[in-house]
């Protein structure tokens, strides 16, 4: 049981101890907050495997931090050196002062941490990297697969956002009003990167890693329940967010293959969740702000009605076309051309693939080669296999040979 429990507590409970402790100490502090609560996970893996699990796990890793951080206040001398002049000077707080590991407090500490390492002064990869390191609980290894990139690079990625956060003496603080309009696009698109990279995730062999998923529509909702940062674009990411994960169930078979949209079970749909994106999609239309979010939720809403009308998809074209007025993806151009020939038919759709100045990728080649399946089979077969060879990911693979398998058989 310890051995599946503790890094169980570590995943759920670390980033939480570890954005209160920031909170209290200041940006400038990561790895002493860090090195406290991974000092905290160390005591438990030795007390718990002599003395057996305690009866509350959660509560005596809180009391032990609490414990911790009261001591290293008290006799640190690095804190005697850079922690407590600062601390007392800046906030008038004495070393007495414990950390608040209550639910409401570490909801505060992890919503002003994310609007601490969306500064401006990092970059966007740095901010993904460093959320998914603080706020997730994930290892440098397991960004480095999420991302197809070493853990060297991750690592040094990491380094370099928290001594710029040091350098900018970045507070970890309830954001203002100014913060939230200045910082707020960041912060949604660092939530936007970390739910993709587990919904079309091809990292370890999984086509879909849904622990990122969760973790990016927890931290989404701090936003739309908090009185500042409940903005209409956090609700609309919110919304597509809940949308995208409502077909969780029903996108892999036993066997963890991707099933395309059309040959969903309908039946596996999570409708609750359906439910929660149309709630949250009428909340995020009653302003005036129209983001990319609102639109890409408005097209996934869509997508929760299988059935086919003429309404629908002349109302996801008009929707793409909206989204590329205001931003232009390669992807989002993509997928307005499979919507083109939904509308206006496959021929109109080619012409339309071939003004498309979006790089010829894998992605771009399938498309081709399903507009063409049933006009030109042969020139459908010569996309698809070019396709083929222009991608390593597995599921990618598995698509495009049962396109192939399919034409080879007629």
Request: hydrophobic share 40%; net charge negative; with cysteine.
């Amino acid at each position: 049981m310890q051995q599946e429990l503790i890094p169980h507590l570590f995943r759920t409970e670390y980033r939480k101890m570890v954005a209160v402790l920031c909170s209290l100490f200041g940006l400038q502090h990561i790895e002493t907050a860090e090195d406290i609560v991974s000092d905290t996970f160390l005591s438990a893996t030795e007390l718990w495997g002599l003395k057996g699990v305690p009866e509350n796990p959660v509560a005596w890793l809180y009391t032990v931090a609490k414990n911790k951080t009261k001591n290293y206040l008290k006799r640190g001398a690095i804190f005697d050196q850079k922690v407590s002049r600062e601390l007392q000077s800046n906030q008038g707080l004495s070393i007495e002062l414990e950390p608040d590991l209550s639910e409401k407090n570490i909801n505060d500490s992890q919503l002003a941490m994310m609007f601490a390492i969306c500064h401006p002064a990092v970059n966007i990869e740095a901010q993904v990297a460093l959320s998914l390191n603080l706020l997730c609980g994930f290892g440098v290894q397991e960004i480095a697969d999420a991302f197809l990139t070493n853990k060297e690079v991750v690592y040094k990625r990491i380094q370099r956002a928290k001594e710029k956060l040091r350098q900018e003496n970045a507070p970890v603080a309830y954001p203002t009003i100014t913060e939230i309009g200045s910082r707020m696009d960041a912060v949604l698109s660092t939530l936007y990167l970390l739910f993709n990279e587990g919904y079309y995730s091809f990292s370890q062999n999984n086509v879909l890693r849904k622990e990122l998923c969760w973790e990016a529509m927890r931290l989404c909702h701090l936003l739309v329940v908090n009185e500042v940062a409940n903005t209409p674009s956090a609700n609309a990411l919110l919304s597509l967010m809940c949308f995208h994960a409502s077909r969780f169930e029903a996108r892999l078979n036993e066997q963890g293959e991707l099933i395309l949209y059309k040959d969903q079970d309908t039946a596996l749909w999570d409708q609750a969740l359906i439910e929660r994106g149309r709630f949250y999609l009428k909340i995020a239309f009653t302003g005036d702000e129209i983001s990319k979010y609102h639109l890409e939720a408005a097209i996934a809403s869509w997508h929760t009605i299988k059935e086919e009308a003429p309404q629908k998809w002349q109302t996801i074209l008009q929707l793409y076309d909206q989204l590329l007025m205001i931003d232009y993806s390669p992807m989002a151009a993509l997928n307005r051309v499979y919507v083109f020939s939904k509308v206006h038919g496959k021929e109109q759709a080619i012409i339309e693939a071939g003004e498309l100045t979006v790089a010829q990728n894998h992605l771009y080649f399938t498309l081709q080669g399903k507009l063409y399946e049933g006009i030109d089979n042969t020139m459908a077969l010569q996309h698809f296999n070019k396709a083929l060879t222009l991608t390593n990911a597995g599921a990618e693979k598995q698509v495009i040979q049962a396109h192939i398998r399919n034409l080879q058989s007629l």
